[in-house]
């Protein structure tokens, strides 16, 4: 008895390379749809980092801004503007400097209610790799002996108090910092708190912006135009107010 053989079906070669062009394809659509999760979730968890470091500054600055006093002669608060007071500019902003004296108390618990001197200004920092970030930096003295030479004096002779003089500490408080902009009672000019009539003002508006490191970076090979146009995209900003009392009859420490 005779059996019939029956052939076996088979891929051609042009099957087969029309199944790996469409497996090519849909691998090509899954990898574009991971990356583009990846970068969603990159880009939310810094924004969301980004508020958190916004908010956790403004409300440290909001409290020690908060509590500045004055002595029996109505000093020392200040708030200028330009280059020529500690601060320089950042990339297109003209930065303020903000100097108070602070009664939210010391390190040392010796000395719970004393006052310190703050300063709050921007300076450049530059890398060895050649980039050139901006930093918000927060200078305070708590050296008795200078705390009470200022209240002594009627000019503010000790707003260059940096890093390097004596009683003076220096950090930086926020990093790729693109302004820092304080108004006094709404105005953008410079305050002295030692100006007829002597007072802290009623209130002071806070506005700092900044970028993550990478788009600080990006920011370096920017012209002009660009840069504007980008800052308004990749900057984020935070604002608040402060509401400021009156408080005077400091006295200086033994």
Not at 14 to 25: D, G, T
Not at 122 to 151: E, K, W
Not at 206 to 213: R, V
Request: proline share 3%; charged share 15%.
């Amino acid at each position: 008895m005779m059996h019939k053989t029956k052939n076996r079906a088979a891929f051609t070669l042009i099957e087969l390379l029309a199944a790996m062009a469409v497996l090519s394809i849909m691998m090509l659509m899954f990898a574009n749809i991971f990356s583009s999760s990846g970068k969603a979730w990159t880009g939310g968890t810094r924004r969301a980092e980004q508020n958190m470091n916004g908010r956790a500054v403004l409300e440290y600055m909001g409290k020690e801004i908060g509590q500045s006093i004055l002595n029996s002669s109505g000093i020392v608060f200040q708030v200028s503007y330009g280059t020529t007071d500690l601060s320089q500019k950042s990339y297109l902003y003209v930065n303020s400097t903000l100097h108070c004296v602070s009664a939210r108390g010391a390190d040392d618990p010796s000395y719970p209610d004393e006052a310190r001197l703050i300063n709050y200004y921007v300076s450049p920092q530059t890398d060895s790799d050649g980039f050139t970030h901006y930093q918000l930096m927060r200078a305070q003295c708590q050296d008795h002996n200078v705390i009470n030479t200022v209240y002594g004096q009627k000019t503010p002779t000790w707003l260059s108090g940096t890093s390097g003089t004596a009683g003076w500490t220096t950090s930086v408080f926020v990093d790729n910092i693109t302004q820092f902009y304080v108004l006094a009672n709404g105005n953008n000019a410079n305050f002295k708190s030692s100006t007829a009539p002597v007072q802290l003002p009623n209130y002071v508006d806070i506005l700092i912006g900044f970028l993550s490191e990478d788009d600080a970076r990006k920011a370096m090979f920017l012209s002009s135009n660009a840069l504007t146009n980008y800052l308004n995209k990749a900057e984020k900003r935070f604002t608040r107010r402060v509401y400021m009392q009156n408080r005077t009859g400091y006295l200086p420490v033994p």
